[in-house]
């Protein structure tokens, strides 16, 4: 099992990386006491994959004599590979990310901004000294941070998962939409008595679907547009997407288009799942 240390300033960055390598599979647990981490670990032993632990000042029993001792009774196992991440970012930087955040610096207190970040540095001098990996966020934004962390840990495959969910315009737009298409110009299969107790499943209601002259120029359109932009969502730091499709009564034409999509992105070698948010399927 690989163990991944996480630590370095406040406001460097530390929680985005973790909620990155959770994404990734990883086991991700922060603000543990150090005394606790051998235990930890112990207790994982089970477990086949990463475990990634965040440490910095805040935590209890925090010292760098804890850090070092914590790192020689896991090595001293010989049974997991331990890597020391560092988080760093240049003093001002971090002074305006909590001024324009309006936090305060977890060991300012009542001092200002910048005496809890240079009381922070000296303690963490240590750990960065004994970090195998350091990311200096100073001129990162988030995407950059998440980018920076799937080329040093990530295994080369495609990490955007995608959900294509239908729905019925009458019960209102996902709420997690990233990406809503309305498919309401096609023409209805609910207007035919002999498709209206089907769905967009049926193999009948999709060829009448595709029988409409625009619902093809519409496809090949609405794939010009998603695919491109797929790489750049991945690109700046996105894991999860959602792509909402609604008609009017989220049954015939939104299920059928949100399933030829899933096909579509699948092709491409994406993870995709698909969603029938207000499809009722009658036995």
């Known amino acids: 099992m690989r163990i991944l240390i996480v630590t370095g300033l406040s406001g460097a960055g530390k929680s985005v990386a973790l909620r990155t390598l959770e994404d990734m599979g990883c086991e991700a647990v922060d603000n543990v006491p150090m005394s606790l981490i051998p235990s930890l670990i112990a207790t994982e032993e089970h477990i086949a994959h990463s475990l990634a632990i965040g440490i910095d000042a805040r935590s ?3 010292s760098y004599s804890h850090f070092q001792s914590m790192l020689d009774s896991i090595e001293k196992q010989k049974k997991h590979k331990i890597q020391v991440i560092f988080l760093d ?3 001002n930087v971090l002074q305006l990310r909590f001024t324009t955040t309006r936090r305060k610096h977890p060991l ?6 910048m005496d809890g970040i240079l009381h922070e540095r000296e303690l963490l001098a240590p750990l960065k000294d004994k970090a195998d990996v350091i990311f200096d966020t100073t001129e990162w934004n988030n995407g950059d941070l998440r980018s920076a962390v799937h080329e040093y840990y990530g295994d080369g495959t495609v990490l955007l998962s ?3 969910t ?3 315009f009458k019960k209102g737009v996902p709420r997690d939409a990233d990406m809503v298409f309305d498919v309401r110009f096609l023409r209805n299969p609910y207007y035919d008595n ?3 107790d089907f769905t967009g499943l049926h193999e009948a209601v999709q060829r009448y679907i595709e029988a409409d002259p625009d619902e093809a120029v519409f496809f090949d359109n609405l794939t010009r547009l998603i695919a491109p932009l797929l790489p750049r969502y991945l690109k700046e730091g996105k894991s999860y ?3 909402a499709i609604g008609c009017t009564g989220g049954k015939h034409r939104s299920v059928f288009i949100s399933e030829k999509l899933a096909g579509f ?5 994406y993870k995709v799942d698909v969603r029938h948010r207000d499809l009722i399927t009658l036995s």
Do not use: G, Q
């Open 194 to 196: 002999s498709l209206r």
């Open 162 to 164: 995608l959900l294509v």
């Open 265 to 269: 992105l699948r092709n491409k070698e």
């Open 60 to 62: 209890r029993d925090f």
């Open 108 to 113: 300012a207190l009542d001092r200002p901004v």
């Open 166 to 168: 239908s729905f019925s």
């Open 89 to 91: 970012c240049d003093d």
């Open 241 to 243: 997407l959602t792509i």
